[in-house]
C-alpha cells in the first residue's frame, strides 16, 4: 500500500471504538450540524483562517461539475488537490446526462420542425433519421467538452492530481484508494469533499430485473430508435427522452404512478401532458406497473385493466446518490433515508473535516447547484467562509415547450400558509408567441397578497428557460408585481410576457395594444 498526502489531522483522534472525536470547533457554540440552517462559520482547525488553503492538501472524491470546480477553487487558494475518480473523467452532466439528453432534444425539435412547420409556405417532409450518424455526433460533442472543460484543466493545473479508483474512508482524514488492478492505495488529506453524484434508480417491479430494459444512460448511448418505447416515469427525463424519441419517428407510452412532473404546480403537468398527447405521445397518468416480463423482442408491462406492448423499455423513475460503497459509517457521516448526506449551507458534513456536494447530496439535483456548492465548499475547506444560498434556485425542463419553474407555486404557497394572489396568463397574448405561431403553454405568476411581492412563476412555453432567469432575479431582488409592470422589457421577447403577466393582476391584457406600456 503506497500513501499519499499530509499528515493527519491531529485535532481528530480516533476512540477504542472506532469513532472521531472532533478537534477545536470552528468558533463558539456547537459544531456543524447535519441538516439546514446557519453555517459554522469558517474552519480553522489548522490555522489557516485568513491564511487561504496554502500548505493544505484536499482531497476530491469524484470528477465532476461539483468536484471540479471545488478543485480549482481550493487550487486557486493555494491547496494541493487530489482528486479520485473510479470511472470516466467529467462525471454525469458532460458524459451521460445534461449534454447527451439536450442534445438528443435539439435532434428531436430539428426533425419534428422538418415535418410539422409553423410557417406556410414551408413544406412539410418526413425527416431521414440516420441515429448511428447522429450518435457520432453527440460523442463526439461530448468528448470535445470533456477534454476542454475537463481533461485539459487537469493537464494545465500542477496543483491537482488524478489518481484513478474507488475511495472509501478509513477515518476522517484518511481514504483507501483502490484501482481496476486490486492494488490500494492510503490518501490522506487536510480535508476532504465527497461529489459522488448519483444514478439512476430502478424500482422493484416483479420481473423488471430480469430485463434488458433502458436507463437514461443506456438510452442516449443506444444507436438505434425503438419502434415502441415505454417510458416508466413523468418527471424532468421521462418527458425529455420521451418527446425527444417520439419526435425520432418512435411510438412513445408515458407510465407514471402519480400526475406528470408531480413535484409542479399541478397546471404545469397538465398543460404539458395535453401537449405530449396533441403530439400523438400516449400519457397514462395513476398508473403503477405490477409486473414486467420480455420475450421474443417484446416487453409487457402489466398495469391495472392492461398490458402495454413495446420494443423497448426506458425506466426514468429518479436518480440515487452514490454513497453506498464510501464507508460513511465508518466515520458516522449522517444521511437521510435515502442515503443522501446531509450537509449545512457551509457545505460541511456532520463529521469535522468533511464536506459533500452535488447529487449525493440532500441539495437539488441541480448542475449549477452543483458547481456553485463545490466553489463554495473549496472556500471553506481552505480557511474561508461562504454559504450556499438556495432561496431562489430556477429549474429548466428541456420539453418542447420547455417548462421553468422558481420560487413558490400556488400549491406550495398555499400549504405553507401563505396568502397569495395569482395570475396566469396564456402565450397567446405575448407578442412574440403570436409571431412565432407557438402559442402553447402560459406563465403564471405568485405574489404576496398584501405586499405585491413576487413569490414564484411557473412557465410552460417556448424558452421558458430564458423566461425564468428574469422572474428568479426578480424575486431575488424582492420586486413586486408592479415592479415588473412598470419595467422596459424588449418588444417581441419571449421575456416581455413576464411584464404582461404582471399587468393581468390590475387589468385585462386584451384590450391593451400590442406594445403598451
Not at 477534454?147 to 488524478?162: G, M, V
Not at 390590475?506 to 406594445?515: E, P, Q
Request: net charge negative; hydrophobic share 40%.
Amino acid at each position: 500500500m503506497t500513501d499519499i498526502g499530509s499528515e493527519p489531522i491531529k485535532a481528530d483522534a480516533p476512540t477504542s471504538s472506532g469513532q472521531i472525536v472532533p478537534g477545536p470547533g470552528p468558533g463558539p457554540g456547537p459544531g456543524p450540524g447535519p441538516g439546514p440552517g446557519p453555517g459554522p462559520g469558517p474552519d480553522d482547525r489548522l490555522g489557516v483562517k485568513g491564511n487561504g488553503g496554502r500548505g493544505m492538501h484536499v482531497a476530491i472524491i469524484g470528477s465532476g461539475a461539483a468536484a471540479f470546480a471545488a478543485a480549482i477553487a481550493a487550487a486557486d487558494r493555494g491547496a494541493r488537490v487530489t482528486m479520485i475518480e473510479a470511472g470516466t473523467v467529467g462525471g454525469t452532466c458532460v458524459n451521460v446526462g445534461c449534454v447527451p439528453s439536450k442534445f438528443l432534444v435539439r435532434a428531436g425539435q430539428a426533425a419534428w420542425a422538418q415535418s410539422h412547420p409553423r410557417i406556410a409556405g414551408l413544406e412539410s417532409q418526413a425527416p431521414i433519421i440516420d441515429r448511428p450518424a447522429m450518435l457520432a455526433q453527440q460523442l463526439g460533442l461530448v468528448g470535445q467538452l470533456r477534454e476542454e472543460k475537463y481533461q485539459d484543466i487537469l493537464d494545465s493545473n500542477p496543483a491537482i492530481t488524478l489518481v484513478k479508483g474507488r475511495a472509501r474512508f478509513k477515518s476522517a482524514n484518511t481514504l483507501l484508494v483502490r484501482d481496476t488492478k486490486g492494488d490500494e492505495r492510503k490518501v490522506v488529506a487536510d480535508r476532504i469533499l465527497i461529489a459522488t453524484g448519483a444514478s439512476p434508480s430502478v424500482p422493484p417491479i416483479s420481473g423488471l430485473a430480469d430485463t434488458p430494459f433502458w436507463t437514461s444512460e443506456t438510452a442516449l448511448a443506444s444507436d438505434e430508435i425503438p419502434q415502441h418505447l415505454i417510458v416508466l416515469g413523468g418527471s424532468a427525463i421521462g418527458l425529455e427522452l420521451a418527446q425527444a424519441f417520439h419526435r425520432l419517428g418512435a411510438q412513445v407510452t408515458v407510465i407514471e404512478r402519480l400526475g406528470l412532473l408531480p413535484s409542479e404546480d399541478p397546471d404545469v403537468g397538465q398543460a404539458i401532458g395535453e401537449i405530449l398527447e396533441d403530439e400523438g405521445i400516449r400519457v397514462m397518468t395513476n398508473s403503477e406497473p405490477s409486473n414486467i416480463a420480455f420475450d421474443d423482442g417484446t416487453f409487457r408491462v402489466e398495469t391495472p385493466g392492461q398490458t402495454i406492448e413495446g420494443s423497448h423499455l426506458l425506466v426514468a423513475t429518479g436518480r440515487n446518490p452514490n454513497t453506498q460503497d464510501l464507508g460513511l459509517e465508518a466515520v458516522g457521516i449522517t444521511t437521510d433515508p435515502n442515503r443522501a448526506i446531509l450537509v449545512d449551507s457551509h457545505l460541511a458534513t456532520n463529521v469535522p473535516g468533511i464536506y459533500a456536494v452535488g447529487d449525493c447530496t440532500a441539495m437539488p439535483a441541480l448542475v449549477y447547484v452543483a458547481a456553485a456548492a463545490g466553489t463554495r465548499a473549496a472556500t471553506n475547506m481552505t480557511g474561508g467562509d461562504a454559504e450556499l444560498d438556495l432561496s431562489v434556485v430556477p429549474r429548466v425542463i428541456f420539453t418542447d415547450p420547455q417548462i421553468a419553474t422558481v420560487g413558490l407555486s400556488e400549491t406550495a404557497a398555499r400549504a405553507a400558509g401563505i396568502l397569495i394572489k395569482h395570475r396566469t396568463l396564456s402565450m397567446e397574448h405575448v407578442p412574440r408567441a403570436l409571431a412565432s405561431f407557438d402559442t402553447r403553454g402560459f406563465i403564471k405568476l405568485v405574489a404576496d397578497r398584501a405586499t405585491g411581492q413576487l413569490l414564484g412563476a411557473q412557465v410552460v412555453a417556448a424558452e421558458g428557460g430564458e423566461i425564468i432567469a428574469t422572474a428568479a432575479l426578480a424575486i431575488s431582488q424582492g420586486l413586486t408585481i408592479d415592479d415588473l409592470a412598470d419595467r422596459l422589457f424588449p418588444y417581441l421577447t419571449m421575456a416581455e410576457g413576464l411584464k404582461l403577466c404582471a399587468q393581468t393582476f390590475t387589468r385585462d391584457v386584451k384590450h391593451l395594444s400590442c406594445c403598451a406600456g
